[in-house]
């Protein structure tokens, strides 16, 4: 049967397993009576069973000393010590005496995290994570391939060995494939979304193609591409798949729509959609128009679909070798 045992703010008057006070790194939680907060690894410890021992185990954690030695590295202790102040006091004799007295005061200075969601580093293992993506960024700004990087971390280790980062590198094609969709995707793509949906940002393209992947199904890759202030270019970028059974015009019309309003993009912002083959995005073309002249909004730029110019440009061909 669990304890129930509840926290305790006499606890925060003690020292932990590393000799430090439970106060620097501990916290209630206002709606968890059963639970404590640890502000250095922010995270939830359940005391419900064990009590201030599960406090202790916490802090003989690894990661908890680490982060707690990296705290103290961040912490300046500065001594000022004013000018000498002079005093007289009366002897027995009648007589004055100087005394020099120097009073010295001792402040303690801590590095604080900056304000915001920037992530800063302060062990060694954040260190090699932020070093890991370093590595993932130069492999797709690069186009290398995943199985490139399955050895990369012994490579690091050997060519930097007096580098305690580049001894805690870990990395194969798994993980590279698991940073690169998990880790720094979600990232950018929250970071192009806001910037299309920024003022700066008054129209945007929309580029998709309709695939069939090994599953046999229909599969809608969406991109996007916009003016960014930000790099001072035209830039397209990927942010969506559907996987569609039929892929009919209805089907694919609804999925856009969906999209935009998924992503807060103003339908009176879409410039003008590419597409690939007219077999079923030309009756797309139409219903999307319908529904943009139905909400007011100002119409599409058609440009057509590439497969008239393919053939033109075949043809062109044909006619070049018959010459």
Not at 151 to 162: G, K, P, S, T, Y
Request: proline residues 4%.
């Amino acid at each position: 049967m669990p304890r129930n045992t509840k926290f305790s703010t006499d606890w925060l008057k003690s020292l932990d397993a590393n000799g430090d006070c439970i106060s620097e790194w501990c916290v209630a939680i206002a709606n968890d009576p059963y639970s404590a907060q640890c502000r250095m690894c922010s995270h939830t410890i359940s005391i419900a069973n064990m009590g201030f021992h599960q406090l202790h185990l916490h802090s003989e954690s690894k990661k908890h000393q680490d982060i707690m030695e990296a705290h103290r590295k961040q912490t300046v202790f500065m001594t000022s010590s004013p000018a000498a102040s002079t005093c007289l006091s009366d002897a027995s004799d009648g007589s004055s005496t100087a005394i020099s007295s120097q009073i010295i005061q001792s402040n303690t200075v801590t590095l604080a995290k900056p304000k915001g969601n920037q992530w800063v580093p302060a062990t060694t293992q954040d260190k090699a994570r932020k070093a890991e993506a370093m590595l993932m960024l130069k492999m797709a700004s690069s186009n290398y391939s995943f199985a490139s990087f399955d050895n990369i971390a012994d490579v690091c280790r050997l060519a930097f060995e007096d580098s305690d980062i580049a001894q805690h590198i870990t990395m194969n094609r798994k993980k590279a494939a698991y940073i690169i969709t998990d880790g720094l995707g979600p990232y950018f793509q929250k970071l192009f979304c806001t910037d299309i949906q920024s003022g700066s940002v008054p129209y945007f393209t929309l580029y998709f193609d309709e695939t069939t992947p090994r599953q046999v199904k229909k599969q809608l890759d969406i991109h996007v591409g916009f003016w960014s202030d930000r790099f001072g270019k035209v830039v397209v970028i990927y942010l969506h798949s559907a996987f569609l059974g039929h892929a009919d015009a209805q089907q694919i019309e609804q999925e856009i729509r969906t999209f935009l309003d998924n992503n807060a993009l103003k339908h009176c912002n879409l410039l003008q959609c590419s597409m690939d083959g007219p077999a079923v995005n030309i009756a797309f073309l139409r219903r999307l128009t319908a529904h943009l002249d139905s909400v007011q909004s100002p119409p599409l730029i058609d440009l057509g679909t590439c497969i008239p110019c393919i053939q033109l440009f075949k043809k062109g061909l044909r006619d070049y070798h018959l010459t």
